[in-house]
């Protein structure tokens, strides 16, 4: 495997599912990132994580945990979702310096187009 | 909040056409990226800037960060069908360590 990688691809869920969402990533990265993306809206950075250590939450649901064992692995675990949170979740990798600064760009993996009922 | 705004929207054109979209924002910039999206993928990463007036190449396509820092222009040359997608900028503001997206150019190329 090369790049980002995630799965599933595809999620149907109900509001009382719960479920996660994998990201891996093979490119010795440090920093992780998970954004959502809405039709017709710009990405949305939802959870940053640098050095394992979560360092940003931007305003994301509780329904929305990430968990982050190690710098290559990334989580979304999702509870009790709404309908409104249909979309594409990604999943992105970087290099950052001491301070969380990138070093370089993100690169994205495919993605998991979710749908809830 | 940071804005970055992309134009056009969208773009019909016919193959064999020049193509070139544009991001603007508010304040300086100390990255631009530019990504390609297909339908049920992730974005792909086109061309990377890091220096104002920063000019690069990526076979057809050509991106340059603009001098002021605040704009970025992507340009792709004789388009093809397989050119088909959604173009987004991303740019990371002077200060700060999270990109900003703006909400793409949907680009249809008719053979």
């Known amino acids: 495997e090369t790049g980002v990688t995630q799965t599933p691809r595809h999620l149907v869920m109900g509001m009382t599912n719960k479920k996660s969402l994998k990201c891996e990533q093979h490119l010795g990265h440090n920093a992780m990132y998970w954004y959502k993306q809405s039709a017709k809206k710009p990405l949305e950075l939802m959870f940053v994580?640098?050095?394992?250590?979560?360092?940003e939450n931007n305003s994301v649901p509780s329904r929305f945990s990430p968990e982050c064992p190690n710098s290559s692995h990334l989580f979304l675990h999702l509870h009790t979702l709404q309908p409104e949170d249909s979309a594409l979740y990604l999943c992105?990798?970087?290099?950052?310096?001491?301070?969380?600064?990138?070093?370089?760009?993100?690169?994205f993996g495919p993605g998991t187009r979710l749908l809830v009922l | 909040g940071q804005q970055l705004n992309q134009s056009p929207q969208s773009m019909f054109i016919q193959e064999g056409e020049d193509v070139s979209m544009n991001c603007t924002s508010s304040?300086?910039?100390?990255?631009w990226l530019w990504y390609k999206q297909e339908p049920g993928e992730g974005p792909v990463l086109l061309i990377a800037l890091y220096k104002a007036g920063e000019l690069t190449s990526n076979g057809r396509l050509t991106a340059q960060f603009g001098i002021t820092r605040k704009d970025s222009f992507l340009n792709i040359s004789a388009s093809r069908p397989s050119d088909v997608g959604i173009y987004f900028c991303?740019?990371?503001?002077?200060?700060?360590?999270?990109?900003?997206f703006g909400t793409g150019t949907r680009l249809k190329v008719l053979a």
């Open positions: 994580y640098n050095f394992k250590e979560q360092t």
């Open positions: 304040s300086i910039f100390n990255t």
């Open positions: 991303a740019g990371l503001p002077s200060g700060t360590y999270k990109y900003i």
């Open positions: 992105a990798s970087s290099q950052v310096d001491g301070s969380g600064a990138p070093q370089e760009t993100q690169y």
